[in-house]
């Protein structure tokens, strides 16, 4: 069974400051998604991740994957109020589970003035 | 514009009714999943088609029926068999091909409460 895991589920920090939140997951996986939710609203792709070293970057946010080390990384740069919601990660296998996905239990992100 | 329109946005269930939430897409897609969220916490699955006439169990599938008559439809109904139906519904959909890289696209999504 796939096991998705986030964290820190909780971070709350400075406008300026830089910041990493990891998803660690259980089984082999052939891609990993980031989605961003903000309060009460549906859930946004940000990122999709296929391969071993695959970077991505949109504006402050930067991300990673590390297939041999089951490990994806959400890189926050210089944070600002606008990017407080809160971060998920997915993940999926064609071979075990199909088109569905995993989701991590999320990272509520606070960034303060 | 393509989307997926989930409807009602608010609904409430009496004790013992069942009731069913909408879902409509017209991005062409095969797959359609619906998931359940609980205030701070992540996404669970309930059901998924991957094809017309075809659906599979989620991870809590329980209290839960579903149907996919249709490639843009895939209606949920929560029966009075769920003691705890009050969460966030999210119906989501995708492209159905091997290894395709597109994420899902999520609805605006459904708040169930009980009366």
């Not at chain 1, 009460?40 to 946010?61: I, M, P, T």
């Not at chain 1, 998920?88 to 960034?111: D, I, M, Y």
């Not at chain 2, 009075?80 to 966030?88: E, G, L």
Request: glycine share 8%; proline share 4%.
């Amino acid at each position: 069974e796939l096991k998705v895991e986030q964290n820190p589920l909780f971070l709350s920090m400075q406008e300026g400051k830089n910041y990493t939140i990891y998803c660690n997951y259980s089984t082999t996986s052939d891609r990993l998604y980031w989605y961003r939710q903000d309060p009460g609203k549906s859930l946004e792709s940000l990122f999709v991740l296929l391969s071993n070293g695959a970077v991505k970057q949109e504006g402050r946010l930067m991300a990673s994957l590390d297939t041999k080390a089951r490990l994806s990384t959400l890189h926050i740069t210089a944070a600002v109020h606008d990017l407080s919601a809160t971060y998920f990660c997915a993940v999926g296998s064609e071979k075990t589970s199909g088109s569905r996905l995993t989701f991590g239990e999320g990272t509520q992100l606070t960034v303060n003035p | 514009d393509g989307g997926i329109t989930q409807s009602p946005k608010y609904l409430f269930r009496k004790e013992g009714q069942n009731v069913t939430l909408s879902c409509e897409q017209n991005l062409n897609h095969d797959a359609m999943y619906w998931y359940r969220q609980d205030p701070g916490q992540g996404l669970r699955l309930i059901y998924y088609s991957q094809i017309v006439n075809d659906f599979q169990k989620g991870d809590i599938a329980e209290g839960y029926s579903v149907s996919r008559e249709k490639k843009e439809s895939f209606p949920l109904t929560v029966t009075s068999a769920q003691k705890n139906p009050t969460a966030f519904y999210l119906c989501a959909s995708s492209i159905r091909t091997a290894f395709s890289n597109q994420p899902q696209h999520f609805g605006d999504g459904t708040r169930l409460s009980i009366l």
